[in-house]
């Protein structure tokens, strides 16, 4: 167990439909990451904040959007759902900025989209 | 071509087996990771390296910076091995030091 928890664990959608995913970090982590692994490009990184600012984004699309609250959990939003959106999101938690950097990342279970 | 490049795609041993799985990457990097997915889909950090050698029990990851490759050993292979391993880089390179990029994983499969 990494301390990190996921919620929920599979979700089930429409096209078309918005989304909520809800991370809470490993305790005394201020970092949290969001990747997406889908089957043919992998994990990819979407974004990153830190104890509340948005620190750096990778290939996150315009209709998701993510936030980070003054408790550090952190939710991701997605917006008009495609087919292509179906995939494992996973959130991750570091106790520093530097996720990349020489720093260990703790990851939570994940949270399964899958939309029909 | 991708920034990091995993060798094989897919491998499949005999328990015993010693294992070798490569990575190469095409950029500076402050940092490389090795991670194991499960069946199940759960993600766990095996190794963070930027240079010479670690090992954690049967798991041994080696990096050579010059090269810019690194390989994950594993000895004594055990069907409880079975998982997609995957090396994620940290860049070197400004404000995308945050960002890992990741390979596409190898997937060991070991057999009784």
């Known amino acids: 167990d990494s301390g990190v928890t996921q919620t929920p664990k599979h979700l089930i959608t429409a096209t078309g439909q918005r989304v909520t995913l809800r991370c809470s970090p490993r305790s005394g982590d201020l970092s949290v990451y969001w990747y997406q692994q889908s089957l043919d490009q992998g994990l990819q990184f979407l974004i990153q904040y830190y104890n509340g600012e948005e620190r750096a984004k990778g290939n996150i699309l315009e209709r998701f959007s993510a936030q980070q609250f003054p408790d550090l959990h952190s939710e991701l939003n997605l917006s008009s759902l495609e087919l292509g959106d179906s995939a494992l999101y996973f959130c991750?938690?570091?106790?520093?900025?530097?996720?990349?950097?020489?720093?260990?990342?703790?990851f939570g279970p994940g949270t399964r989209l899958l939309v029909l | 071509k991708n920034e990091v490049e995993q060798s094989p795609q897919n491998l499949t041993a005999q328990e015993g087996e010693f294992i070798t799985i490569n990575c190469s990457y095409s950029?500076?990097?402050?940092?490389l990771h090795w991670l194991q997915q499960h069946p199940g889909g759960g993600i766990v950090s095996l190794f963070m390296l930027s240079s010479g050698k670690k090992k954690h029990g049967r798991l041994i990851a080696t990096i050579n910076i010059q090269e810019k490759h690194s390989s994950l050993h594993i000895t004594a292979s055990h069907p409880r091995d079975s998982a997609v391993y995957i090396c994620?880089?940290?860049?070197?390179?400004?404000?995308?030091?945050?960002?890992?990029?990741f390979g596409k994983g190898t997937l060991l499969t070991v057999n009784p």
């Open positions: 991750a938690s570091s106790v520093g900025v530097s996720g990349g950097a020489k720093e260990t990342q703790y």
């Open positions: 950029v500076g990097i402050s940092a």
């Open positions: 994620a880089v940290g860049p070197n390179s400004g404000g995308s030091n945050y960002k890992l990029t």
